[in-house]
């Protein structure tokens, strides 16, 4: 009973972070740094942006990674009131090109409010080409290009992710929204070469190292924090029953096989973010990491401290192994919601490979909390 009750809670406290992952299907989506609402007039759709932090700029992209050549709508406040709309074409982890001529031109909409000093909203229209759900990507800079040209330099984005929205469900909203007249440009009003990328381009083989260290973060961090860390439990959950080892081999798999994964796959996270110059915890993949981190620290001295004191037989759990059954579930629960935030987060993933991995992940979270919480027969 007190299992199933530390699992109960775990799972209140995660579910947030697992539902925030499935529940970005439908006309609005809100991320840690920016929400877009879709709103479908005709044969006119438009894309709402509104800012969540300082705003430099916010862009949305039409597809489901940066390396397929994605058309993407850049936007930005200038010092006069004005609006610049940019439309480029992202293709890898290089600045965005302009793109002189797009198969959708975006017109800057009236839906807007840059008045507002904390959440302000920049929106475009485009033409409606029928599709029912789009997959989108984001990215959000904190530095303005002080420039009101379409082709400016734009420093690197604070952070970027992919979403989905379900045109079908986006309806128009009968609220009147603010209208404020600005002056636009857009690439169809420039000309010219796009000047040098502000932020340095990446190498083919520079790329290719990072795609290496991206795996190997994510494959050593699934073993440490989503396999061998349940396996554990799931031997001090069971092997108690089974035989008197049940302690030394819940230990030897989190100190052979846990640690010499779950350290090194952590570490590279930070080194990820910091190759590409991206600020450090600032979305909730990156948070919960920093927090399960800090969790195992403390889960790892109360297992310490517990298999160092004597265990004379008792009636009832003392305290401290209560905490360390409470502290492991939660750890787990927060570590499977982070292999969902992951996949969601990596550009470079196609969407059938989203799909077929979030499919597996499921299984194998439905599969580890199912041992985890079967009552003995």
Known sequence: ?????????????????????????????????????????????????????????????????????????????????????SQRIASGHVEPRLDPSPSRVATVSDHMDIISDTSPILAFDMPNNGDTVESLIWAFGVTSPNSSDPSADIEQHLDAGTFSLDLISSTPTNSPSSSHSSTSSSTSSSSGPVSPSAVPAMSSSSEQSHQTILVAHAVLSFLGFSVFLPLAAVLARWGRTLSNYWYRAHWLVVAMFGLPTMLPGWVLGPVLVSRQRHKHVVNEHQIVGVLVFALCVVQLSVGTFIGLRSRPPRKAHPVRNVLHVMLGLLIIGLSFSELFTGISRTLTLSSNSKRLLTVGCIIWTTVSSTLLTLQEG
């Open 1 to 85: 009973m007190p299992l199933r009750l530390a699992f109960v809670c775990c799972s209140i406290v995660t579910l947030p972070w697992l539902t925030s992952v499935h529940a970005k299907g439908g006309a609005l989506w809100c991320g840690t740094l920016m929400c877009v609402d879709v709103v479908t007039r005709g044969n006119t759709v438009s894309y709402e942006m509104k800012a969540l932090n300082q705003l430099g700029w916010m862009s949305i992209g039409f597809g489901s990674s940066m390396n397929n050549n994605t058309p993407v709508v850049v936007m930005w406040p200038n010092p006069d009131g004005s609006i610049t709309l």
